[in-house]
């Protein structure tokens, strides 16, 4: 069976400081990976999504980036972080093809202070 | 016109009630069809998906599609207080490498 592993769950994280969250698939290969954010109140918002290693789509100016340095990780970055940067991050996979349903990990909540 | 509209709710109802969630949707390619349960501080997981006009049963739980009214429900019968939770509305288009687009979810506490 797939699974999908998140980490870390939460953090605290100073105005300025550098991020790294990082995503991992199990069980599956070739998965399109995608990171949302969720801001308390608000809808689920795409920030990137990969359908290969090294192919990342940005749905959204600002200071993230994302990187698929292998075929089932995805990373989720920021040089400097910004108090607007808080929220709960999601990762995501689905299966190439029609159909596309989508399976999250568990979140990241981040809180920059 | 944003692409899918769901109303944020809150929706409190008494267990036992039957709850009826909605989304609108403007874009009639939109091929597949998801509902997405999700407790707070968790991810959300896939609850009902399915293709077609018409209903789909799963226990207490279906999902109806009406493409000619561009309209998508969820019914919860005999609702209980696990299932409070915020319900997502999502739907693709055909092809499997575009992106869900994602409602933005109506909040739900059924009440014991």
């Known amino acids: 069976s797939q699974t999908i592993h998140q980490w870390p769950a939460t953090l605290v994280q100073p105005v300025g400081s550098p991020l790294s969250l990082e995503c991992t698939v199990e069980?599956?290969?070739?998965?399109?990976l995608y990171w949302y954010r969720q801001a308390a109140g608000r809808g689920l918002q795409l920030l990137f999504y990969?359908?290969?290693?090294?192919?990342i789509s940005s749905e959204v100016p600002q200071n993230l980036s994302a990187s698929r340095p292998q075929d089932r990780q995805f990373i989720l970055s920021s040089k400097k972080l910004l108090l607007s940067d808080s929220g709960f991050y999601l990762c995501a996979w689905s299966r190439r093809g029609p159909g596309g349903e989508l399976f999250f990990g568990e979140g990241s909540r981040l809180t920059v202070l | 016109q944003k692409e899918v509209e769901q109303d944020p709710g809150p929706l409190s109802v008494p267990e036992g009630a039957i709850v009826s969630l909605n989304c609108t949707y403007s874009?009639?390619?939109?091929?597949?069809f998801m509902w997405y349960r999700q407790y707070s501080r968790k991810g959300p997981e896939l609850l009902m998906y399915t293709y077609s006009s018409g209903n789909k049963e799963d226990g207490r739980f279906t999902a109806q599609v009406d493409k000619s009214s561009k309209y998508i429900s969820l019914f919860i019968r005999d609702s209980q207080p696990s299932d409070s939770a915020t319900y997502l509305c999502?739907?693709?288009?055909?092809?499997?490498?575009?992106?869900?687009?994602f409602g933005k979810g109506t909040r739900l506490s059924v009440i014991a």
């Open positions: 990969s359908v290969g290693i090294g192919q």
């Open positions: 874009n009639s390619a939109f091929q597949y």
């Open positions: 999502a739907m693709i288009l055909l092809s499997g490498n575009t992106p869900l687009v």
């Open positions: 069980g599956t290969s070739n998965p399109n």
